[in-house]
């Protein structure tokens, strides 16, 4: 169980990421229409869409990473953060430290890894 003041830690720190990610995403449409500038030269234009499939992968990873930032705020506002929604035990103060977003203790993310792993044949 998380005290008070982790839970505030938590609250705290996630809403500095989520605020971070959020003004970098507002920059992205300006940064594509500077890449979208037109260039005669094919060189140019096919590093410009390097750059714009680059940008556009990474401004996705950043969205899905604020939804699970946004899931784990109301999982805190909740009083359901730091619970396994696998299993209900406590996530454990450690792993919750190296990644706030999660919803599964150790035990049970590396039990969904491995059968992910088999159903993967890796």
């Known amino acids: ?3 008070m003041e982790d839970l ?4 705290e720190l996630l809403t500095n990421q989520l605020e971070e990610l959020q003004r970098k995403a507002g920059g992205t449409v ?20 390097v750059d ?10 950043e969205s899905k990473l604020i ?5 784990a705020l109301d999982r805190i ?12 035990e406590d996530i454990g103060l450690a792993r919750l430290r190296a990644r706030p977003v999660t919803t ?3 035990r049970c993310k590396t039990k969904l890894e491995s059968q992910e792993k088999l159903v993967s044949g890796f």
């Open 67 to 71: 939804n699970k930032i946004k899931a």
């Open 77 to 88: 506002e909740e009083g359901e953060f730091g619970e396994c929604e696998m299993c209900g």
């Open 30 to 49: 300006s940064d594509l229409l500077l890449l979208s500038v037109y260039s005669a030269d094919p060189l140019d234009t096919s590093s410009m869409d």
């Open 52 to 61: 714009r499939s680059f940008t556009l992968r990474i401004r996705d990873r």
């Open 104 to 106: 599964y203790c150790i």
């Open 1 to 3: 169980m998380l005290s």
């Open 8 to 11: 505030h830690n938590f609250r």
